[in-house]
T-cell receptor, first 113, second 112 residues
Framework: GDSVTQMEGPVTLSEEAFLTINCTYT??????LFWYVQYPGEGLQLLLK?????DKGSNKGFEATYRKETTSFHLEKGSVQVSDSAVYFC????????????FGAGTRLFVKA | DAGVIQSPRHEVTEMGQEVTLRCKPI?????LFWYRQTMMRGLELLIY????????DSGMPEDRFSAKMPNASFSTLKIQPSEPRDSAVYFC??????????FGSGTRLTVV
């Protein structure tokens, strides 16, 4: 079945460092890919998405490119801030049937001042 | 838009009691999902609805759990009787087909 694998955390960075959170997926069809962010005490929020190969999703300085050849959707940000500390979830949704979304386990990011 | 609204935000109950969690999805969204989040198991899909009809309830852990969606603007998740291992944060999310989810703020359930 479909699955999402993302790097284990926690990831600890200093402010202004470069961020990469790896995500790979397994899918039978041609899914849409998503990154969600969860701040403490809150629900998940959609951060960005890409719906087809080579699409780049971007939002708030974060970006990720849909790589079909490597089945990856790595999240990157050039300069992180303390306020980016949160848990990040990679996810996929098949574009047929029930549009059910499969979530990765989440990667916790700590950014130090 | 007020987003997905869940109530209550926090619930503390005694083992054996009935618990009802409520969700109001975003107007116009035709999918509604119930998730449970714990440190041990992460985010688990319990059940989802399309146009108020349950489509997949394979994630519902036991018969003690039930969910309804009587109309497009309201859903409930009920646990009867509740047990300490049901303690978790329960999220409701809604979406339109093919788009990302909008999550509510969750209900933190503690069963003592």
């Amino acid at each position: 079945g479909d699955s999402v694998t993302q790097m284990e955390g926690p990831v600890t960075l200093s402010e202004e460092a470069f961020l990469t959170i790896n995500c790979t997926y397994t899918a039978t069809g041609y899914p849409s890919l998503f990154w969600y962010v969860q701040y403490p005490g809150e629900g998940l929020q959609l951060l960005l998405k890409a719906t087809k190969a080579d699409d780049k999703g971007s939002n708030k300085g974060f970006e990720a490119t849909y790589r079909k050849e490597t089945t990856s959707f790595h999240l990157e940000k050039g300069s992180v801030q303390v306020s980016d500390s949160a848990v990040y979830f990679c996810a996929l949704s098949e574009n047929t049937g029930g549009f059910k979304t499969i979530f990765g386990a989440g990667t916790r990011l700590f950014v130090k001042a | 838009d007020a987003g997905v609204i869940q109530s209550p935000r926090h619930e503390v109950t005694e083992m054996g009691q009935e618990v009802t969690l409520r969700c109001k999805p975003i107007s116009g969204h035709d999918y509604l999902f119930w998730y449970r989040q714990t440190m041990m198991r992460g985010l688990e899909l319990l059940i989802y609805f399309n146009n108020n009809v349950p489509i997949d309830d394979s994630g519902m852990p036991e018969d003690r759990f039930s969910a309804k969606m009587p109309n497009a603007s309201f859903s409930t998740l009920k646990i009867q009787p509740s047990e300490p291992r049901d303690s978790a944060v329960y999220f409701c999310a809604s979406s339109r087909a093919g788009s990302g989810y909008t999550f509510g703020s969750g209900t933190r359930l503690t069963v003592v």
